[in-house]
């Protein structure tokens, strides 16, 4: 069966850092495109970032560039998402979702991915 797990979220205080990962089970990784995304309370699931499938093409989100490192190990069946200077407004839960790519493709609209994970929640607050 087919299964992407989350974790790493937790709470951090602001200007803190946090890494979450996105374990895949039941399937091979490498050849899907990964994508992060997040909702907060109130608002729409958005894209955050996204990596393809032997990581030569990524993408962030305007709110998180300079501050957030998509990657992947597919030898571990694992994708990263490094996220630093955090602040309050990335308080979300944090979703990984998975799409089959055999080109150098991602993509941040949340249509675009087949398979989720459960989420993980991300808590930035002092």
């Known amino acids: 069966q087919l299964q992407l797990v989350e974790s790493g979220g937790g709470l951090v205080q602001p200007g803190g850092s946090l890494r979450l990962s996105c374990a895949a089970s039941?399937?091979?990784?490498?050849?899907?495109?990964i994508g992060w995304f997040r909702q907060a309370p109130g608002k729409e699931r958005e894209g955050v970032s996204c990596?393809?499938?032997?990581?030569?093409?990524?993408n962030y989100a305007d709110s998180v560039k300079g501050r957030f490192t998509v990657s992947r190990d597919n030898a571990k069946n694992t994708v990263y998402l490094q996220m630093n200077s955090l602040k309050p407004e990335d308080t979300a839960v944090y979703y990984c979702a998975a799409v089959v790519r055999f080109a150098s493709w991602c993509g941040l609209l949340q249509g675009e991915y087949e398979y989720w994970g459960q989420g993980t929640q991300v808590t930035v607050s002092s």
């Open positions: 990596i393809s499938t032997r990581g030569g093409s990524t």
């Open positions: 039941g399937f091979t990784l490498s050849i899907y495109a």
